[in-house]
């Protein structure tokens, strides 16, 4: 009803805070372009999903049309659900991004010493930290991608009664070496966008995940208030 209608009432930790050094770390050590602790399959997760979500998601759901038979009444509604859910909940990450402004790994790693927390190490200069996926122009809190993954997820369990949803996702990232992703539920996949975002280097995971719930609760209220069954 209004673009503020899911903004999230509490931001991000604090600077100085355990939680936030948790976060700044894992995104550091996992994230980095060059000499990261991340395996091949984590970098491969990241640029799988460094493809358009909106595009994944709807070449997924031709996927889950074709395994299910749908009627064209059937298909019709689940296109229009996912698709209105999944365009309210970017609606609610870019409300979220501008009321809580918080900064990028890039920007926070390589200004960490000027953070007040002495368990965030900074790394700037001529070593300084990069991702693996050049980071957008836009803040971190909370994740366009994911807001996508949670309404795109939970409006398919709540369409068919069930998270136990199989379909194959495909990516049309140029250079990603495994451009397939077979899942059988759809919490799976949410999982992976949230972790793929971390092995990008582009996100704090409570970016991620709060994402993820803030898309769900978008899909959850647009699943009971528009596009009803009428038999």
């Excluded at 091949?40 to 640029?47: G, P, R, S, V, Y």
């Excluded at 009321?99 to 965030?120: C, K, S, Y």
């Excluded at 001529?126 to 957008?136: G, I, K, N, Q």
């Excluded at 122009?137 to 997820?153: H, K």
Aim: aromatic share 12%; with cysteine.
């Amino acid at each position: 009803r209004r673009s503020d209608q899911f903004r999230l009432s509490q931001g991000p930790p604090p600077l100085t805070s355990g939680a936030y050094a948790k976060a700044y770390n894992e995104v550091k050590t996992m994230g980095e372009k060059t000499g990261s602790q991340r395996t091949d399959d984590q970098t491969n997760l990241a640029l799988f999903f460094t493809d358009n979500a909106t595009s994944y998601w709807n070449r997924a759901l031709q996927d889950v049309a074709g395994r299910k038979a749908l009627d064209v009444g059937d298909n019709a509604r689940l296109f229009a659900l996912v698709n209105l859910a999944m365009s309210d909940a970017i609606i609610s990450a870019w409300d979220s991004k501008i009321a809580w402004n918080f900064w990028r790994p890039v920007t926070a790693i390589r200004q960490g010493e000027l953070d007040g927390n002495p368990n965030t190490i900074g790394q700037d200069g001529t070593d300084a930290w990069t991702p693996l996926v050049a980071t957008p122009n836009y803040p971190d809190y909370t994740s366009g991608a994911n807001n996508f993954s949670g309404a795109a997820t939970t409006m398919l369990a709540n369409f068919f009664g069930t998270d136990d949803v199989a379909f194959t996702m495909t990516s049309n990232t140029v250079g990603a070496p495994h451009n397939v992703r077979e899942y059988t539920r759809c919490s799976e996949a949410a999982q992976d966008v949230v972790d793929a975002r971390i092995y990008s280097g582009i996100h704090f995971r409570f970016a991620d995940s709060t994402a993820m719930r803030q898309g769900a609760h978008v899909a959850n209220w647009a699943f009971g208030h528009y596009l009803r069954r009428i038999d």
